[in-house]
Each structure stands twice: as structure tokens, then as C-alpha cells.
């Protein structure tokens, strides 16, 4: 083993080799030494014995020793020594220090040089995979360029110079194809330490992919000055991009475009033909909806932002445009914005508002024992509810072109008397059900609701605290390849996901699970430091 048999110089060449052939520092390497030389002493000298081997990375002259504690009695000799054979040593030595005592030199066997080597393959091995992970976990985020080192099963292993990448057949792009040595770029989504060294992750598919290809082609995403917002992809199909510029003076789509098309072309040709639609970026969500929807043209919006839904009315002969191939452009549009978009046309806007105009009309003649001119009045004013007729301001109602004061009062009082009366027929089948007096307490639960706890063996406090937010409002999930909705007990009631787990969490303050305090949280700053400081405490 020429490690542990060289001479002193030859320990300090070998040692400079390994570092500038592994890119590591020239320290590790020297360690390493140091502690396979002490695992071959140990070989001799007895496997119990403490051995340190210390090579001077000047010099590199060896020097071994054995460390030794210095106790009363001595019942192990390979690691004690008493106070009289340490004061031969050290005349200052203690009780309870530690002794070290100088070994001579020896010559190695085969098998402990052979050991020696394993001992130093490992160390280096493991320091250069630190070096790896260490310069690659930075740098995530970013684009890397390599070589195909070779191909498995469809997945490309990628050699980086400095380290081996992984990009596997689901991050590419479609009907792309890399042989051994192809030039290829690609984006680091993620590193992770494993036991058999830093495994990096790559991938073509990645939205950011395309973000970062336009970075390096428009000067001005750079620069700071246009700034990507959002993008979505659907990976060599056809791209959306939401741009926006910090300086008035700049378009920020004619920046990404570039003279006549050979910025965006450059990064069309790099994903293989995708298509890239560059979308101006608006404060404004029914404006950045539009423009998402480019290149359809857009008639009417209407947002419902407690949902996050927004209803998009385009002409009928817009209709296969807006909604693109398979939903190809609606899907890409809704990934970019963030909101849930329906497209209808005009024609189907215009039906559904005159059966939307009837149902009410009919609703309040049979409610309010109206005539059908007096129902669609109401209708037409824009009232959506009975209860909107019973809690408006009165003068609001008497306003209406025909009624007067005495006209006004008499419609609320019938929708007063029909709501108490509906209220009546909920709480007489919700008492039939067994459902307890307790649970109309909870802030937010109504009537109806009740019921449907009912209907769904929700019938106490503690039954309603025990509840998951998916036990109220539903969820999906994969049954034999399909995705299934599984419905919850607030079905149709139109509840956000917030609203839901607002009532649960109430009920369980009232079921005294938990404090009004606890669920409110920290109040301040100050407040919310103490609690994480105290956290932090109970972990340690």
C-alpha cells in the first residue's frame, strides 16, 4: 500500500494528487490518511487501543501515539495507565488526564495496508460527495448545462462536470429523444443527501424552465426591469407567460418578443416548438383573466372571489377558441391566474339569466302570495332572496317605480312571516332528527343546516367538533383509475374550505377541546416571539 508504506514527501504528493484529482480539500485527504494509519496501528497494537496518527501537512513526517487515561487502577492496560507510569511520561500528569505515548515507527503488513486503503477510498469517497451536495444544493433554481453520460430506460443521466444528474423520462419533453454525449440543458428542481451520495433532479418539463430560458435570452428580466409573474405549461404543446415591466417606458411583451420574434424564438427552439403565448400582467384579475385568454375575445367577466371562480361570457363563435384543444387554452389560462374560469357564450349567458330571472320570479310570487307582474318586478330590481325583501331598508323597497310606503311594509311582513315559517318546518325536522338545542349555537351554523347535520348522524357539539373539513364540505379521490367526488354533509350549501373548518374549530371551543384564546392565537408580535420561544424550549 503505497499510502501507508511512502515516505514523507510521497505522503504529501499523494495526498495533493487526491485532492486536485476529487476536488476536495487538501486537508480531508490528509485526515483520511491519518485515520486509516491509526486503523493499521490498531491492527498491531491491539483493536482497544486509542491510536492517533498525525502527519505533519508540512513536512509529512508521521508521528503515531497512544493515548492513555490516567487513573488510580489499572483494569484495562490497553487504554489506563496509573499515576506512576504517566509521571515517567509527563512528571505533571494527573489523575483523570490523558496520556499520550509516543509509538515507534513500524512497517505495515499486506492486510493492514490493504484496510488502510479501504479506510482512505471511504473518507475521500464521502468527502467528495459532501463537496457535491454542498455545491449543488445552492443551486437549485438555476439552469445547468451537461453531457448525456448515458441513457436508462428512457431516464437520461446527465454528467455535470462536477457531479452526475438525474432527469427522468417524466421531466422531459415529449418525443424528445438524447443519445450518449448530446449537449443538455435543464433545470435543478432538486437536490437531496442520500446514502449513496447527493442525488440532483433535472428536468425540461419544469414552468421555471422556461422562466429561466427567458431570463438568459431578455436582458431586461435580468435586469429586474420586467418581471415573469406567473407561467404555465403545458410541457411541448403550448406555453402561457404573465409578464409585467417596473418602468413605464418598457413593453414588457415586446421585450420578451424581441426584434422580430428571435428572443421568444430562441426559447421556442430550446423547448422543442412549444408554443408560448407572453401575457401582459394586470393588478386588475378580470383584466389579467382576459388577457389570459388571448388570443379569444372576451365579452363579459364575472368574478366571485369568495370561490375564486370567475364566469367569462365570450361570442358563440369564440367559444372552441377560448376554450382551446381538449381545454387545452382554458386549463393553461386558469393555471396561470390562479381562479377556477367557466366559459360560456352569449347565447347560453342569455338563457341562463332568463331562467334564472323566471325561477325567482316565481319564487316570490309563491312566497309573498304575489301576482306574476308583482314577482317579476321584484325580480327585475334585482332581489335575489326573500330575505333580501325582509331586511332591506324600507324606504329601498318603497323607491320601486309603483310601490309606496304602505306597499313596502306589507311585503315585509310577508317575507318576515315566511321566513319564520320556513324557520319553523327546519326546526321541527331537525328536533324528528335528534338533533340537540346546543348545536344552533355555533357561530355560523343556520337551519338548513341543522338538518343536514341530521341527515349525516351529526347530532351534538362534540359531534360537529369531531368533524374534519372534508367530512363537511367533500372530497375526491382515485377509486379503480376515476376520480371520484365523495360528497360531505354540507353538500350544495356552497361553503369554502374556511368557513367549513370556522365551524368546526367553534365547535370545539364550545365542547371546551380547546380555549377561544388558543384559537384566536397570538395577538402580537411580542406575543407570537414568547410562543415560539417556548416551542423551541420544549423541543430541546
Not at 368 to 373: R, T, V
Request: net charge negative.
Amino acid at each position: 500500500m503505497a499510502v501507508v508504506s511512502a515516505n514523507r514527501l510521497e505522503l504529501l504528493q499523494i495526498a495533493d494528487a487526491v485532492a486536485r484529482e476529487k476536488t476536495i480539500d487538501r486537508g480531508i485527504v490528509i485526515a483520511a490518511m491519518e485515520d486509516a494509519i491509526a486503523k493499521a496501528a490498531r491492527s498491531r497494537y491491539g483493536a482497544e487501543t486509542d491510536i492517533h496518527a498525525e502527519i505533519n501537512p508540512r513536512t509529512g513526517e508521521l508521528r503515531l501515539a497512544r493515548h492513555l487515561l490516567v487513573v488510580e487502577q489499572v483494569d484495562n492496560p490497553a487504554v489506563e495507565i496509573d499515576l506512576v507510569g504517566a509521571r515517567r511520561l509527563n512528571p505533571a500528569a494527573q489523575i483523570g488526564d490523558s496520556i499520550a505515548d509516543t509509538l515507534p515507527p513500524f512497517d505495515f503488513g499486506r492486510i493492514a495496508a490493504q484496510s488502510a486503503k479501504q479506510v482512505i477510498v471511504q473518507k475521500v469517497r464521502e468527502a467528495e460527495r459532501d463537496r457535491q451536495y454542498e455545491e449543488f444544493k445552492d443551486r437549485i433554481g438555476e439552469i445547468v448545462n451537461g453531457a448525456v453520460k448515458r441513457v436508462e430506460y428512457g431516464n437520461v443521466v446527465v454528467d455535470l462536470g462536477r457531479g452526475e444528474a438525474s432527469l427522468r423520462r417524466d421531466e422531459l419533453l415529449p418525443r424528445e429523444v438524447f443519445k450518449t454525449g448530446d449537449r443538455i440543458r435543464a433545470y435543478v428542481y432538486d437536490v437531496r443527501r442520500e446514502q449513496r451520495g447527493p442525488q440532483i433532479f433535472l428536468s425540461r418539463t419544469h414552468p421555471h424552465f422556461m422562466a429561466k430560458l427567458f431570463a438568459q435570452e431578455v436582458p431586461e428580466i435580468y435586469d429586474g426591469i420586467v418581471e415573469i409573474k406567473s407561467v404555465a405549461r403545458d410541457p411541448g404543446s403550448r406555453a402561457k407567460i404573465a409578464v409585467t415591466s417596473r418602468d413605464s417606458s418598457v413593453d414588457p411583451v415586446g421585450a420578451c418578443v424581441g426584434m422580430r420574434g428571435s428572443r421568444v424564438q430562441a426559447v421556442v427552439n430550446e423547448l422543442q416548438g412549444e408554443k408560448i403565448d407572453i401575457i401582459p400582467w394586470s393588478d386588475d384579475v378580470a383584466t389579467f383573466i382576459v388577457n389570459a385568454l388571448a388570443p379569444a375575445e372576451v365579452v363579459k367577466v364575472v368574478l366571485d372571489e369568495d370561490r375564486e371562480r370567475i364566469e367569462v361570457v365570450v361570442p358563440d363563435a369564440q367559444l372552441s377558441l377560448a376554450i382551446g384543444r381538449r381545454g387545452q387554452n382554458v386549463r393553461l389560462a386558469s393555471q396561470l391566474t390562479g381562479w377556477d374560469i367557466d366559459i360560456m357564450t352569449e347565447a347560453e349567458e342569455s338563457e341562463r339569466r332568463q331562467k334564472d330571472f323566471a325561477e325567482r320570479t316565481t319564487m316570490f310570487a309563491e312566497a309573498l302570495d304575489l301576482d306574476e307582474m308583482m314577482g317579476q318586478l321584484l325580480a327585475s330590481e334585482g332581489f335575489a332572496s326573500v330575505e333580501e325583501i325582509a331586511y332591506v331598508p324600507l324606504n329601498e323597497l318603497a323607491s320601486i317605480e309603483g310601490f309606496d310606503e304602505d306597499t313596502a311594509q306589507e311585503l315585509q311582513n310577508r317575507a318576515l312571516a315566511h321566513l319564520a315559517q320556513v324557520e319553523a318546518t327546519f326546526d321541527e325536522r331537525r328536533k324528528a332528527l335528534g338533533v340537540e338545542d346546543a348545536l344552533r349555537e355555533v357561530p355560523g351554523v343556520t337551519s338548513p343546516m341543522l338538518v343536514a347535520f341530521g341527515e349525516n348522524d351529526i347530532k351534538t357539539v362534540e359531534d360537529l367538533a369531531g368533524c374534519a373539513t372534508d367530512d363537511l364540505v367533500g372530497w375526491t379521490e382515485r377509486k379503480d383509475g376515476e376520480v371520484v367526488r365523495v360528497a360531505g354533509a354540507l353538500e350544495g350549501f356552497e361553503l369554502s374550505r374556511e368557513a367549513a373548518e370556522a365551524l368546526v374549530m367553534q365547535a370545539r371551543v364550545m365542547a371546551g377541546w380547546i380555549t377561544a384564546e388558543e384559537l384566536a392565537g397570538p395577538v402580537d408580535d411580542e406575543a407570537g416571539e414568547v410562543e415560539t420561544a417556548e416551542a423551541d424550549e420544549s423541543q430541546a
